[in-house]
T-cell receptor, first 114, second 112 residues
Framework: KAGVTQTPRYLIKTRGQQVTLSCSPISGHRSVSWYQQTPGQGLQFLFEYFSETQRNKGNFPGRFSGRQFSNSRSEMNVSTLELGDSALYLC?????????????FGQGTRLTVV | SQQGEEDPQALSIQEGENATMNCSYKTSINNLQWYRQNSGRGLVHLILIRSNEREKHSGRLRVTLDTSKKSSSLLITASRAADTASYFCATVIGGATNKLIFGTGTLLAVQP
């Protein structure tokens, strides 16, 4: 069974640009969550989607958005990039809702904003 | 803000020694999970302990949970150089959400 796949693995963008990151969950998993990891703030929850609906959102500005498609694949978008958006963005998929079991993480997308 | 804090922030030991990491959290939980992260990569699930459990084992890992103190510990016995990584506790609060709230992490270095 394929794991969680995130693309691209690395991205370099310029301030003010926008970026879209993609996550393909494990087959059969309907929940996809996104996390931002930075040295200063650690691992922060961004949002979670289940069956194409955003069920929970973390404390991030409206520049951060996401969506989930009918095949459970998810994308997150960051508009008007700032230097502080440089981070490792991690996607996790899980089978159960609510989370009574483990979450499976992708390898992440390393975003650098210059 | 983060739910959990881990202690120590960094730990350096020799191969063969045991490593203990502690995690404290703030609110009642559904379950607590431990994850490992190798440098700048994805998180790997290690073990999950439910709020009604007190201790759990998996191979060289032993996790304890004290809900009265809102704390958990992860013990890695007979450590190996390959155990070098960051370790995070994560709590699931409950409700209809799959949100994991991570602690600050412990960076473990195992010297060969």
């Amino acid at each position: 069974k394929a794991g969680v796949t995130q693309t691209p693995r690395y991205l370099i963008k310029t301030r003010g640009q926008q970026v879209t990151l993609s996550c393909s969950p494990i087959s059969g998993h309907r929940s996809v969550s996104w996390y931002q990891q930075t040295p200063g703030q650690g691992l922060q929850f961004l949002f979670e989607y289940f069956s194409e609906t955003q069920r929970n959102k973390g404390n991030f500005p409206g520049r951060f958005s996401g969506r989930q498609f009918s095949n459970s694949r998810s994308e997150m978008n960051v508009s008007t990039l700032e230097l502080g958006d440089s981070a490792l963005y991690l996607c996790a998929s899980s089978l159960e809702a609510p989370l009574r079991g483990r979450a499976f993480f992708g390898q992440g997308t390393r975003l650098t904003v210059v | 803000s983060q739910q959990g804090e881990e202690d120590p922030q960094a730990l350096s030991i020799q191969e063969g020694e045991n490593a203990t990491m502690n995690c404290s959290y703030k609110t009642s939980i559904n379950n607590l999970q431990w994850y490992r992260q190798n440098s700048g990569r994805g998180l790997v699930h290690l073990i999950l302990i439910r709020s009604n459990e007190r201790e759990k084992h998996s191979g060289r890992l032993r996790v304890t949970l004290d809900t009265s103190k809102k704390s958990s510990s992860l013990l890695i016995t007979a450590s190996r150089a390959a155990d070098t990584a960051s370790y995070f506790c994560a709590t699931v609060i409950g409700g209809a959400t799959n949100k994991l709230i991570f602690g600050t992490g412990t960076l473990l270095a195992v010297q060969p």
